[in-house]
């Protein structure tokens, strides 16, 4: 189902629609991944020295050959400390320094397909336009109708398209963001495609994560993807409306989000019924502000 | 769940630094946060590596910290 998993179809290319000019453009096709092999750049490959990680071999160098190694019983040990997801992790250190440089907060949403994200925003949308600019990328396998429902809510949106890929790149943001040019001081919502599992390793240059779970999905989402919880910052259960009807137990919910990710912020709303909506509002000027 | 896509990843960084060395062994380092399930990976290995330099290279995996997800070294049979 996604290009990074090597079992995508070459004919379901990433499409990206501006939702102002109605104009697609056709951005690559496969996965960046495994598009790496063809593009590599030899020459401006730097050896990537990752912070979980000492190394303490004794490593030399001879001349005109930029690889640290040592000599084994008959071969040569070459040490590369690569990071495999290197080429996603510099387009999204990339994307980082171009939002903060812009003062923009790009928050990345991530969810199980209905938990209500599109509808969150639409309702953040109405509630902020007039004070804070608010753009949106919007990431689905197939149509336009999110990024039409953002743009008749009252903001910029990009449709990305990812046809086959089951979540969002780091290079279709930085692709995105030139035609969507978010101004300083805004914030930029990245919707992710509806997926608890992907997208949860890739960064895509955003602040932080957001998750959303609603309380129709039952109490131990969590639990059952425990990755995307331990990756987002904030955690929102969304439909709080429907609690009562669908024997929702909030203690459950609440301590099975801590016991994954005891540091998350937590918010029960209602993007609905509008309950709960001034704190998640709040909430964003103040990261806006912070 | 992107295990096939990592292992050619793998393959294809190690190849263009073995430059034309017959791999014998190839060495990760892989944190519980990875979001990478290590057996799949093995499984992948040796599918993705024929055909290449790192044919019948054995796969270490090396436990680390955290989401550490990287290629710590590969050993060649003979020095280049």
Redesign the interface.
């Known amino acids: 189902m996604?290009?990074?998993?090597?079992?995508s179809d070459t004919a379901n290319a990433v499409k990206i629609t501006d939702l102002s000019t109605g104009a697609t453009q056709t951005m690559r096709k496969g996965?960046i991944?495994?598009t790496?092999?063809a593009d590599?750049d030899?020459h401006s490959h730097e050896h990537?020295a990752?912070d979980?990680?000492d190394?303490d071999?004794e490593h030399h160098q001879h001349d005109g050959?930029g690889?640290p190694h040592m000599?084994?019983p008959?071969?040569?040990?070459?040490?590369?400390?690569?990071?495999?997801?290197q080429k996603n992790d510099q387009i999204a250190e990339r994307n980082r320094g171009w939002f903060e440089g812009r003062g923009v907060l790009a928050l990345n949403l991530v969810s199980s397909p209905g938990a209500g994200k599109t509808t969150l925003l639409e309702a953040t949308i109405k509630a902020l336009k007039n004070d804070v600019g608010i753009s949106v990328i919007e990431g689905d396998q197939m149509t336009t109708n999110d990024a039409e429902r953002i743009r008749d809510a009252g903001a910029k949106a990009i449709q990305i398209n990812t046809g086959a890929g089951c979540h969002l790149e780091a290079d279709m943001i930085s692709d995105a963001v030139k035609t969507l040019d978010p101004d300083t001081g805004s914030i930029l919502f990245i919707e992710n495609v509806g997926n608890l599992?992907?997208p949860?390793?890739f960064d895509l240059g955003e602040h932080m994560k957001v998750a959303i779970i609603s309380t129709t999905e039952g109490e131990d989402k969590p639990l059952k993807y425990p990755?995307m919880f331990?990756a987002s910052e904030l955690v929102i259960v969304n439909k709080m409306d429907l609690a009562p009807h669908v024997d929702f137990d909030e203690k459950v919910c609440l301590e099975n989000i801590k016991s994954v990710n005891p540091n998350a912020d937590i918010l029960l709303l209602s993007a609905k019924s509008n309950d709960g909506m001034a704190q998640w509002l709040n909430y964003l000027k103040n990261q806006l502000n912070g | 769940?992107?295990?096939?896509?990592?292992t050619?990843?793998?393959i294809?960084?190690?190849?263009?630094?073995?430059k034309g060395?017959k791999v014998?062994r190839v060495s990760?380092?892989v944190?519980p946060?990875a979001?990478v399930e290590t057996r799949a990976l093995e499984f992948c290995f040796d599918i993705v590596a024929a055909g290449t330099v790192a044919e019948n290279a054995t796969l270490e995996i090396l436990p680390?910290?955290?989401?550490?997800?990287?290629?710590?070294?590969?050993?060649?049979?003979?020095?280049?």
Do not use: P, R, W
């Open positions: 996604c290009g990074t998993c090597g079992c996965s991944l495994n790496l092999e590599y030899h990537h990752h979980h990680h190394h071999e050959d690889q000599h084994g008959t071969g040569e040990i070459i040490s590369l400390e690569t990071a495999i997801l599992v992907c949860a390793m990755h331990q | 769940m992107h295990e096939l896509g990592l050619k990843n793998i294809a960084i190690v190849t263009e630094h073995a060395c014998k990760l380092s944190g946060q979001c680390a910290s955290g989401d550490t997800f990287l290629i710590k070294e590969f050993e060649t049979e003979e020095a280049a």
